[in-house]
């Protein structure tokens, strides 16, 4: 069974710092396209950025450009999300993703076959 833990988030002042972690157990995490996804008041799961299994294509919401960085470590099991210059609109819970079909899009959540718990990140302006 594949396992997806996230930890990181917080309550952090606007124009601060998050990194989000997830850690990836049960399953040929080199393989897995990963990506994060997040959920505000909206109640839509919103895509904020993905990557490939090789960690060299990489993809992002245009919000989040230039300010966030998605990697992945593939000896650790581990995928990574660095958030910078964060405001109140990014205030949200934060999912992480693991995708085993290289031919959809990864953009769509409903294509995902395993999801994390989610972190909260709450941005304060």
């Known amino acids: 069974q594949v396992q997806l833990v996230e930890s990181g988030g917080g309550l952090v002042q606007a124009g601060g710092s998050l990194r989000l972690s997830c850690a990836v157990s049960g399953g040929t995490f080199s393989t897995f396209r990963m990506a994060w996804f997040r959920q505000g008041t909206g109640n839509v799961r919103e895509f904020v950025a993905a990557?490939?299994?090789?960690?060299?294509?990489?993809s992002y919401e245009d919000s989040v450009k230039g300010r966030f960085t998605i990697s992945r470590d593939n000896a650790k099991n581990a995928v990574s999300l660095q958030m910078n210059s964060l405001t109140a609109e990014d205030t949200a819970v934060y999912y992480c993703a693991a995708l085993s079909n290289r031919y959809v899009s990864p953009r769509d959540s409903a294509n995902y076959n395993y999801w994390g718990y989610g972190t909260q990140v709450t941005v304060s302006s």
């Open positions: 990557v490939s299994p090789s960690g060299l294509v990489i």
